[in-house]
């Protein structure tokens, strides 16, 4: 159906766009073992996106009638028209920052896909069912680095403390709940429903980090409606460039 | 028995001497810096290719190209690990590395000027490697040779991978296929230089080939990968920039054209397209990282005194 | 005369109060706060216009729009320096706004989604500026009318710039027409809200007009704006997104659709779009450039030794 | 004809690459000072490139056979048309960074504007005389910061000698000649021929600054052959991605 293509394309994009964003770490992270995990965690996040794209893209057609694909989606795609959270969006910065955001995206994602392996579309439910094993690294590799960081040197504790509050104003963006939620009733999550595991998690990382959660105002948010930061015209511009080039070709 | 005599026992039986072992330091030294070229070589070489992550043109080849980069990564950690069971810590090598000290494969200067050199990469500078170390596998230096297992598996995938990104090319859009056939030209003849001077112009082969370290000559390892590609240039439907590569019945080998042995020398000099870029690129993140290592490195300290306590 | 009756005097007769007249304690802060308020603007403004001079879509428009951002900096500098004749030296106010502690107009938190934001900033928001500042130019304190003035010129040029981006693009293709459309409709209302809440709640104001900073009071000022873009936007062949606009025959003055407030207040208070990154890139711009600025003053420092010397 | 074509390109071209660059700056210098500076000097190198590059075009045809425009050239062309010099496609970097470009550049097109104004050309001659004037200032803008930087404390001159070696490998690209320059003769000013008072200029300035002249290998080069550095094609792709999406349309 169109809702479930449209919640697909949500949680398709948070996973391309997040996935192309790491995918800059891969030759220049902190430590060859940072390349190989960064790498493989921008790799589990793109599987996820092209899994829940190929989903969505076959609820959309083509001028020519036939159904889309994962490119179609990825590559022809107008800014206004990507449905990711303003996070996934935001820049790299350095290490802590990206940890940072690493953290917020890999807890949020661990707990819906979690119960999205309940979904009552199929679909979705297998989907979940093998991203979870992987978010559930990521979320294990985030908050070991900000323990590492937070509790390494002052040096690595002050970057993480900027990283996490450059990271704090695009967290509420990802509990935001609209009316597609009520139309899909099971086949879905409630983002709100995730709220409370969350904020256990963190709370309890960021005690063990001897770190204060951060208290700072929302960004107004809006990804999901196609309302994005300034970065993902940028980001877009690169990753759509070779493709747009040769309309029509194949790779 | 032990000692030097032990060590061409060993060799003499062409078995594999081990990280205890005695070796003679001429031995150890000439595996070090073998080894730490050809890490360095995949910790460069990740950047020609992860020039093109951001912008591959389909999820799917984004996908085998961020594996592939990231394998590279894996590949250089192995042959550091290996170069550690000879005594010189990686943190050297890096530093060797950055400070302009160490060599690394002259090839990955050239700039990746557009998407199929990612395929050609794949399928001339990997097929090349692969020539060269499939007969490192059996090197008498035993993690060296495992290493080169393990690695030869991943680079042969590789190789395929870039094959078919060419072929996808070749039958594609005429514009497709002159990127294609670009790329090819540009990336043969470096590819063939992979392989080292002529055997005549190559004075430490022979030592090696006494050490079981290398198993065949410069030149044959050359005219047998000049072999293999002309037949997969034809299924690719495209050719190679040398209108002299032909069979010599006589002596069973393939001949080539002349190689621009002076472009070669230019680029080993440091004035290739972008032997600074690589460097500086490797150097800045090298840097950036040192407050994360020494990060990880207090916190790993800390804990230590945790458990201790 | 002297004090506090000669400062009356000079209000009395609409003159200027200069740097080192006699004022009020209040004054002085009220203007400091003002002026300061409106450097920063200048500066945080420059933000989400600089986001489309890398994509300008042609050469022409790339280099008004350079010269629009750069002279944003310009204005910045002018008002800086007025806000340091009363005794704040810029490096406080700068650590002000970095620190977050410093208001700036809270329309630039809102992002610039497409190039005709570029137009619909130039001819909504500058407009709405103008409005504003036209009646600055004769402020009670010299040296900031006195800015008002060079500004005011440069912003009429901005405005008309805008205006031409999106006449153009209203001519244009139908995508650019809904491009400017959308941009109009998003920029509408937060540029009626650069005004300032109603007069009703607005407690400052009436201390501003009896100093003659202030001449006109938020609604009278808003009302004349409306009226202005009603005219233009039929030239435009666009449509601002109020069907209540009308003008009434009675007071003589133009009326408008009821604004959210709630959104102002949401903005204000830090939940905008961009607060966070503009910000955040101040600070960025600032804390990078920190080693520069202290190499221009140790060179200075040096140089005045070598002259004295 | 088009061999003034060509090398109305290559002038045209390394202007606007420059001024790609240098617009980043503006938002974000060390202070407001520069941002109206380099702001300054991107709007010139523009304005010079917009001169040259509508000079070139009237030799170019669109498919239906009106002349080509500046803005054909500026975001219709693909990489490999393009003939800047790798040097100012290299990345801004820091500040020092920046500067270094801009030392190298500036003496560079100061010298060459100036012969340029006799150019049997008369348009290259105009244009030239009238760039002439601003490149000084450029050339001064870059000189005072070299000095600040190189004799202020001991991070800047620690930045200002990095810049320098992270420049100089592109130096030698500048002076390249090519049989244009035969087919060109008086129209056009030789490169090799700008090597002496380029030489002469860099050496002094450098010995004021207490700065060596590096001594590092070359980059390859062949930008005006349309061999380009990797930096290029982002830059492209960001420079030209809306007025690719617009085909036809003006603005």
Redesign the interface.
């Known amino acids: 159906s169109p809702d479930i293509a449209e919640y697909a394309l949500r949680l398709g994009d948070d996973g ?1 766009i997040l ?2 964003r790491l ?2 770490w ?11 995990a960064l ?2 965690i ?2 589990d996040q ?2 996820h ?2 899994s829940f ?1 190929s989903y969505a893209a076959a609820a959309f057609q083509r001028a020519d009638g036939s159904a889309q694909t ?2 179609d989606l ?2 022809w795609r ?3 028209e990507f449905r990711c959270v303003q996070l996934v969006e935001q820049p790299n910065g ?2 802590a920052r990206t940890i940072a955001r690493q953290l917020v995206i890999s807890v949020y994602q661990f707990e819906l896909y979690q119960r999205l392996q309940n979904s009552s579309d199929p679909t979705l439910a297998a989907i979940a069912a093998k991203a979870v094993k992987e978010v559930d690294y990521h979320r294990d590799h985030a908050s070991q680095w900000v ?3 937070a ?3 002052a ?2 504790r002050r ?1 993480m403390i900027d990283g996490l509050k ?1 990271t704090w ?1 695009y967290l509420e963006e990802l509990f935001d709940q609209d009316e597609l939620f009520d139309r899909l009733g099971d086949a879905a999550v409630e983002p709100s429903s995730l709220r409370e595991n969350f904020d256990a998690f963190i709370s309890a990382l960021l005690a063990e980090a001897e770190l204060e959660v951060p208290e ?7 990804g999901r409606r196609g ?4 970065h993902l ?2 980001l877009l ?3 759509q ?6 309309p ?4 | 028995i032990a000692g030097l005599a032990a060590f061409e026992a060993i060799l003499a039986e062409d078995s594999r001497i081990e990280p205890r072992d005695w070796m003679p330091e001429a031995y150890r030294k000439t595996l070090v810096r073998q080894i730490s070229q050809h890490a360095h070589s995949e910790i460069i070489g990740m950047q020609p290719e992860a020039n093109w992550i951001s912008r591959a043109p389909s999820l799917k080849r984004k996908a085998i190209l961020m594996a592939k980069v990231q394998d590279e990564a894996g590949h250089g950690l192995y042959l550091y690990s290996a170069a550690e069971t000879l005594g010189t810590p990686r943190t050297k090598l890096t530093e060797d590395l950055i400070a302009g000290k160490a060599r690394y494969s002259s090839i990955f200067n050239y700039p990746t000027r557009s998407w199929a050199d990612v395929g050609a990469i794949g399928w001339l500078v990997d097929g090349a490697a692969i020539c060269n170390q499939v007969p490192l596998c059996r090197a008498s230096y035993g993690p060296y040779g495992r290493a080169m297992v393990r690695i030869c598996k991943e680079e042969s995938f590789h190789q395929r991978q870039g094959f078919e990104i060419l072929l996808e090319l070749s039958q594609g859009t005429p514009a497709q296929k002159q990127m294609a056939q670009d790329a090819v030209n540009r990336w043969y003849a470096p590819a063939l230089m992979m392989f080292g001077p002529p055997d005549d112009d190559s004075p430490n082969s022979k030592q090696s080939m006494a050490w079981n370290i290398k198993r065949f000559s410069n030149d044959e390892l050359r005219q047998r990968f000049v072999g293999m590609m002309v037949e997969q240039v034809k299924v690719l439907g495209l050719t190679l920039p040398d209108d002299q590569i032909r069979f010599d019945e006589e002596t069973g080998k393939w001949q080539h054209g002349s190689l621009d042995w002076n472009e070669f020398k230019e680029v080993l000099a440091g004035r290739g397209a972008c032997n600074s870029q690589r460097l500086e690129r490797r150097r800045e993140a090298h840097q950036d990282g040192a407050w994360v290592r020494e990060a990880a490195a207090a916190y790993a300290l800390r804990e230590q005194r945790v458990e201790v306590a």
């Open positions: 391309l996935a192309q995918g800059w891969i030759s220049r992270a902190p430590e060859l073992e940072e390349d190989v790498g493989n921008a790799l793109l599987g996106a092209r794209l994962e490119d990825a590559y107008g800014e206004e350095d290490f323990l590492r960081l509790l390494g040197t040096e690595s970057r450059l104003p700072l105002p929302r960004a107004s948010g809006g309302e994005h930061s300034e015209g940028y511009a690169e990753m460039v070779l493709a747009r080039q040769h029509g070709a194949s790779w």
